[in-house]
């Protein structure tokens, strides 16, 4: 049994930790693709590629910024993860 809770604990940690590098990405990307929407609404400019450029700019920008501490939440995720795997006994039977 505590093989499994050790196995959802880290399934659990995984969603968080891909969660929390994907949200500041995805978040900015979408204030500016709405920020351009409202503008494109309110100025009657129906470019569908207009909205490709500003996204592109944020997305980078936010990778530029947040990418050392994303890189090191993964890294400390690795870890933990070979760490586990280190301290599974190695007396075990393979199933058959």
Do not use: C, H, Y
Not at 31 to 54: K, W
Not at 74 to 81: L, M, P
Request: aromatic share 4%.
């Amino acid at each position: 049994m505590d093989d499994v809770t050790t196995l959802l604990s880290l399934a659990d940690k995984m969603l968080w930790v891909t969660a929390l590098i994907a949200a500041p990405v995805l978040i900015a990307s979408l204030a500016v693709g709405l920020v351009v929407g409202v503008i494109q609404a309110a100025t009657s400019v129906n470019e569908q590629t207009l909205t490709f450029v500003p996204k592109l700019a944020v997305t980078a920008l936010m990778l530029v910024v947040l990418g050392g501490s994303m890189l090191t939440l993964v890294g400390d995720f690795t870890e933990e993860i070979f760490a586990q795997i280190a301290a599974v006994p190695a007396t075990r039977e393979a199933p058959r």
